[in-house]
């Protein structure tokens, strides 16, 4: 149990926040853990299994839990701009020399400057890009491949919807709510109803609070399909990349420098 007193009094549980978080996305996700082992899969075949590791979006941490994990000699920089998020991240992680994080916006054009290093073994991201428009996202795909050292690997797990077959993806995702109001009926948590125990929580209600006057209820992005993910990354300068783990909604696209 990862414990801290904070300046309120007040003691943080910080694995069992992260624990409820990663049980919270699972309930959108149930083959979550299956896209972690394919990325990690991955990472250990394109770059080893003691990768220097940028952990994008990081939200709680959870990459950076299973990736070391497996890989005890990896390091990693997990950036994010959720204080909420990172509050557990970094309460979850603290004293763990091979972790630190950092505060930073992605949309800023300078966000690159805030991180310790200049370029990184491999690049990992989950369910966090589809926030971002497809002109921006491609954008932050150009400064990535800045950050990808030569023969390192991004990887982008996401939702990454084809567009050109409605049907098939109105019948998957029937399927996949079906799927997510029985978990429901067995007391799993959505968005919302974790946000608003964050909220009532004395230690994260201030994080949570500045966290939505940051983002607000949710964002608007896109989620193009694997076609186009793998020709911007292209585009932004990887020598290859393609999807390496699909379902019928969702994919792990990988670009290698």
């Given amino acids: 149990m990862t414990e801290t007193a904070t300046g309120t009094g007040h003691t943080a549980d910080w694995r069992a926040w992260q624990s409820s978080w990663d049980r919270q ?6 083959d979550r853990e299956e896209r972690f082992r394919v990325m990690l899969d991955m990472v ?3 770059v080893g299994r003691a990768p220097r590791v940028l952990d994008l979006a990081c939200g709680t941490g959870s990459i950076t839990d299973r990736l070391l994990t497996r890989f005890p000699e990896a390091t990693s920089v997990g950036v994010d ?11 979850t992680f603290d004293g763990d020399e091979r972790v630190s994080f950092v505060t930073a916006d992605l949309k800023d054009p300078q966000w ?24 921006p996202l491609a954008t932050l795909y150009g400064q990535l491949a800045g950050l990808v050292r030569d023969g390192g690997v991004f990887m982008n797990a996401d939702h990454m919807i084809d ?3 409605p049907r098939i993806n109105a019948a998957e995702r029937a399927l996949r709510h079906a799927g997510m109001d029985s978990a429901k009926a067995g007391g799993a948590l959505d968005w919302a109803e974790w946000w608003a125990l964050a909220a009532k929580d ?9 966290r939505f006057e940051i983002y607000g209820e949710h964002a608007d992005g896109d989620m193009p399909s694997v076609a186009w993910h793998a020709e911007a990354l292209r585009g932004a300068g990887f020598g290859e990349a393609r999807a390496v783990w699909r379902s019928p909604s969702d994919a792990v696209v990988l670009a290698l420098k």
Avoid: F
């Fill in 44 to 46: 250990e075949a394109c």
């Fill in 81 to 91: 701009l959720d204080p909420a998020l990172l509050a557990i991240a970094r309460g």
């Fill in 112 to 135: 690159t400057r805030a991180l310790p290093h200049d370029s990184y073994d491999a690049v990992l991201t989950a369910t966090a890009l589809h926030w971002l428009h497809s002109g």
């Fill in 163 to 165: 567009g050109t077959t």
């Fill in 25 to 30: 996305q699972e309930w959108y996700m149930p």
């Fill in 202 to 210: 004395p230690v994260l209600a201030g994080p949570t609070a500045e």
